[in-house]
């Protein structure tokens, strides 16, 4: 509490009450204003990236980045103790989604700081091995599975897998198929665009308000903006009442910046990553004789996973039924 006091001082607020709300977030009041006091724990290359962030955002006049309050000195952001420390308004968030507004501001965020790029190193090596890593992830299942089905009473982990299994064959043969097309996508003449990313947009770093702001930006960086739709969408979809939003008003996104036929592809290989699922089965299998072994915790790691897989297939069914007859449709 010393270092916020020492903080506040450096922007001249007469601190009155202070309350920790996270180990990197302090609701700190003069009175008659409210502040968030975020700490970051990001190296002061990551903040000089931040800064250029915030001066990008600025320059384009996009108001969805949470205006930041400058210190005495005019700076955005102060060391107290090797810690870094800015302060934003508190706003009061009102924990209310609005999917197809989010999606909208992303993608105003990825077209508005697009630059195109000639890719020169193929997809084609890297994503050649990862298709022989998905075989024998399968290779290990099917193995396993026939493994667990010879056990007179097999364990809740083990009937779950079972149960798995008929979309999980789905997910590889899908991943397998995307993977091909994907790289005679490559041969061709493509375009290639890099945006700014948030890198870690995730319903936590929404403020849903009057207006909706996406905070904490200090992993923002120039990548591929499949990335950063990757990461919302594997997160936001924990939510089973946000599953539908993502398929339905992912239009908005594509109102905003527009994919490419590889781009969807990209996507489509993404949301279907296996490794998540397969490395939970793995580590039970090598940790299940010992004693504080808990089996919980692995149904539930791989409940998890396998959702996650199983939105991947909804999602490509959906996008295919939504906005297209067939894949090869999408170019035009």
């Keep these: 509490m010393e270092d916020i006091q020492t903080v506040a001082t450096l922007y001249r607020i007469h601190l009155q009450q202070v309350r920790q709300i996270t180990d990197n977030l302090f609701y700190i009041s003069d009175g008659d204003n409210a502040f968030a006091v975020k700490k970051s724990n990001v190296s002061n290359e990551r903040m000089q990236l931040w800064l250029q962030t915030y001066t990008i955002i600025s320059n384009l006049q996009l108001d969805f980045m949470m205006p930041i309050l400058l210190t005495n000195d005019g700076q955005l952001f102060v060391y107290v103790n090797d810690k870094i420390y800015y302060i934003m308004p508190w706003i009061n968030d009102h924990k209310t989604y609005r999917v197809k507004k989010i999606f909208r501001l992303l993608g105003q965020l990825h077209v508005k700081t697009k630059h195109p790029y000639e890719y020169k190193q193929s997809f084609e090596i ?7 890593e998905c075989n024998d992830a399968f290779k290990f299942i099917y193995q396993t599975i026939e493994q667990f089905e010879r056990k007179y009473y097999m364990s809740p982990f083990e009937l779950q897998v079972c149960t798995h299994f008929h979309n999980i064959e789905k997910v590889f043969k ?20 890099y945006s700014l990313c948030h890198g870690y947009l995730q319903l936590d770093h929404i403020i849903s308000a009057e207006q909706m702001y996406f905070i904490n930006w200090e992993r923002a960086h120039f990548t591929h903006p499949i990335k950063d739709l990757i990461h919302f969408l594997k997160q936001a979809n924990q939510m089973n009442n946000l599953r539908d939003a993502l398929m339905n008003d992912f239009s908005s996104y594509l109102e905003e910046n527009r994919l ?33 072994h808990h089996v919980i915790n692995d149904v539930i790691s791989l409940e998890r996973a396998y959702r996650q897989l199983h939105f991947g297939l909804k999602w490509i069914d959906h996008f295919e039924k939504a906005f297209v007859t067939t894949l090869d449709e999408i170019d035009d």
């Design 174 to 193: 899908h991943i397998l198929y995307y993977i091909d097309d994907f790289n005679d996508e490559c041969q061709k003449q493509i375009e290639w665009h």
């Design 260 to 292: 490419f036929r590889h781009e969807y592809i990209l996507l489509f290989i993404y949301l279907l990553n296996p490794s998540t699922y397969v490395n939970t089965i793995k580590q039970h299998i090598q940790q299940r004789e010992r004693i504080d």
């Design 126 to 132: 890297p994503l050649n091995s990862f298709k022989d």
